[in-house]
């Protein structure tokens, strides 16, 4: 009886034994996968991150563009630029590039437009206050091209105002040709123009490419925790 105890008890020792080790096996190889698909994935990253430091070296931000204060906004998809003009404030918002139209009508029409030659599309929103002496603030919608710079709408907000469905009046187009010029040069002497649209264009294609290898970069420090 003793015997047969004793028996059984070494039997499930062995196979406990048995399992641990087949436990410890599976365990094993599994880290070795993942060690091996993480070490793939970092030598990935760093060949994309030496390639695009190499072949599109990006320069260092400007932090300023004439009477305007250009706040990068690193790791966002925006920039800020501000300035004084007397007494108003001035504030611009404006995309990273966020569409792009064929280079010119005719190509569209035909379907020949090249994707390479393509005008890219940079949405920005000018903001004018006078801060206390106006409960109001005047914004502009507008579209930023490679050589030019287009207003789509302008209204008045209210200080603070957070509204969903902000009624913007006509489209700047059709609004008759007198105002669309008064509201241009208006803009014009605020330095919002065709020169900050050319500005804007640079700046973007340079923070393209920082902030792709900003993000290669983040996700390359993540991968290499343990």
Excluded at 138 to 163: I, K, T
Aim: proline share 4%; hydrophobic share 40%; aromatic share 10%.
């Amino acid at each position: 009886m003793a015997h047969r105890l004793l028996a059984s008890g070494a039997h499930r020792h062995l196979k406990s034994l048995a399992s641990s080790s087949s436990v410890s096996s599976r365990s094993y190889i599994s880290e070795m996968r993942h060690s091996a698909f993480r070490e793939k994935l970092l030598r990935i990253l760093r060949t994309e991150i030496a390639y695009e430091g190499e072949s599109r070296p990006a320069l260092y931000p400007a932090v300023d563009f004439g009477p305007f204060n250009v706040d990068h906004r690193p790791g966002e998809k925006w920039i800020q630029l501000r300035r004084s003009y007397g007494r108003e404030d001035i504030k611009i918002d404006a995309t990273m590039f966020d569409g792009a139209a064929p280079s010119t009508r005719s190509a569209a029409a035909a379907g020949e437009a090249d994707p390479s030659d393509a005008r890219l599309h940079i949405s920005l929103m000018v903001e004018v206050s006078k801060g206390d002496a106006s409960e109001f603030v005047l914004q502009f919608s507008c579209s930023a091209w490679p050589d030019d710079l287009e207003v789509d709408y302008f209204f008045p907000v209210r200080h603070g105002n957070v509204a969903l469905k902000q009624y913007m009046g006509l489209n700047f187009r059709e609004l008759d040709e007198e105002v669309q010029d008064a509201v241009r040069e208006y803009l014009e002497k605020r330095g919002v123009n065709e020169e900050l649209a050319v500005f804007l264009h640079g700046y973007m294609a340079n923070k393209d490419r920082t902030e792709l290898l900003r993000w290669l970069s983040n996700i390359e420090t993540f991968v290499k925790k343990q």
